[in-house]
């Protein structure tokens, strides 16, 4: 009993009690933390709450039919054993040439060879940092950035500088900060079109900037186009790739990484996504692809090329229709129900937008504020920024909610700022 007290007070274990684990775990696994967010977003399932806190598609807008059509083609007819066969790391031929033709009418002239397919455009990004980042490299990001591409670089111990697309600060000053910590910078990072979190889209002068930025410190630039399709105002600005291409001539000449998705367009589910760009760059991700999971589901791949390739751009108007009334309906609830000082990102598409409240706010405590009160869920802003400021922000996503739903929401959601 003695020897079981000493060794609980040591933090050690003895037989029954576990091991000791964090001794043995590798330095970078101490970067990797359950977030306070996500233990208060675990109450969320709880049916009285109003969300507007998970960056999820609407399940209802999932073409469901023609997936069930096309997992039976895939499981019938000659294909039938293929379809549950390993199959190659790069990925599904027939869906990677529809790629090329989908990146070819983005302004992306490319060969299937410029392809890989990954398990989502999640998978693209640690694998991207796999493949760029040393320990004490920096990586410059946007304050904020999307948290999951925080989660899968910091596996990769890196250091953080702020991308300002403005192109307020010089080449030199990045790599001397850099340097400074012991590393090099080896990529910018960037959502062009519909950021998470802030809904905002870079227009083409920014995209342009972090070009010349990347050209100058001679690093390369990850282009996460997760939201890209789903616009629902305004023109198209080509993506950095596009813009890269048309300044060195070739897919083969760029410094742009772009990493698409179907999971905002098509299902999440199925985990399925890709990366465009110059061949050595695939080579090496196909490399990492055979020792990380060999490959994507082969069903999966087959699924998502014939439901594409029949229907995607009626699937894209159907999800167009639906975000763009509930991004109005909260643009609009918004304006009628935040007191003053309070701003907020017009986004042109995407599913969220973002909040600023006066200094002094604290997003996660209003969050508890909030749940508790009015029962209407967000996700604080802090997250999202790599050196953990933002607490006066926090995400909205409009797209599972109802316009009724928002309306309602943001009127309660207006009565806990206030009392804040
Ligand atoms: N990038 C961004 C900006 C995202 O918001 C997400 C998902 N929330 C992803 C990448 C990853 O998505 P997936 O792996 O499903 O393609």
């Given at each position: ?86 199959s ?19 302004g ?38 999307y ?34 910590k ?47 399709s ?94 763009r009334?509930?991004r ?35 997003g ?57």
């Amino acid at each position: 009993m003695k020897n079981q007290m000493q060794a609980e007070a040591a933090g050690t274990a003895i037989a029954g009690h576990g091991l000791d684990w964090p001794h043995l775990f590798a330095t970078r696994a101490e970067r990797m933390k359950a977030s306070e967010i996500r233990e208060l977003l675990k109450l969320l399932d709880q049916p009285d709450v109003m969300s507007f806190a998970g960056g999820i598609p609407d399940p209802a807008l999932f073409p469901v039919a023609a997936f069930g059509t096309a997992l039976t083609a895939a499981l019938s007819g000659d294909s039938k054993g293929a379809a549950l066969q390993y199959s190659v790391s790069d990925g599904y031929r027939p869906l990677r040439d529809w790629l090329v033709t989908r990146m070819a009418s983005l302004g992306v002239p490319c060969t299937t060879d410029n392809i890989m397919i990954t398990s989502g455009s999640q998978q693209a990004l640690d694998y991207l940092g796999k493949l760029f980042l040393s320990k004490d490299d920096t990586a410059l990001v946007g304050w904020p950035t999307y948290l999951g591409a925080l989660q899968a670089f910091n596996a990769y111990e890196p250091n953080y500088d702020r991308l300002t697309p403005l192109g307020n600060r010089s080449a030199a000053d990045y790599s001397h900060t850099a340097e400074t910590k012991g590393g090099k910078v080896k990529f910018a990072y960037a959502s062009a079109d519909f950021a998470n979190p802030t809904g905002e889209t870079l227009p083409r002068s920014a995209r342009e900037n972090i070009l010349d930025l990347a050209h100058e410190l001679d690093i390369a630039v990850i282009e996460d186009a997760a939201y890209q399709s789903l616009r629902y105002d305004g023109d198209e600005v080509p993506p950095m790739l596009a813009l890269d291409i048309a300044r060195t001539g070739s897919i083969e000449a760029t410094r742009t990484v772009y990493c698409g998705s179907f999971s905002k367009t098509l299902a999440p589910g199925l985990r399925v996504g890709w990366v465009c760009a110059a061949k050595p760059v695939i080579s090496k991700l196909v490399l990492m692809k055979q020792a990380g999971d060999l490959h994507s589901a082969t069903l999966n791949q087959m699924a998502i090329h014939t439901v594409a390739s029949d229907g995607f751009e009626a699937q894209m108007a159907k999800i167009r229709q639906t975000y763009r009334a509930r991004r109005d309906a909260m643009l609009a609830a918004l304006a009628k129900h935040m007191p003053d000082g309070v701003s907020w990102t017009r986004p042109d598409g995407g599913m969220y937008i973002w909040l600023t409240l006066p200094e002094g706010f604290d997003g996660a405590a209003l969050l508890a504020q909030s749940l508790k009160t009015e029962r209407v869920a967000f996700v604080p802003g802090r997250a999202f920024f790599a050196d953990g400021s933002g607490a006066n922000t926090l995400r909205l996503s409009f797209s599972c909610a109802s316009e009724a739903t928002i309306e309602e929401g943001i009127k309660r959601l207006g009565r806990v700022v206030r009392g804040g």
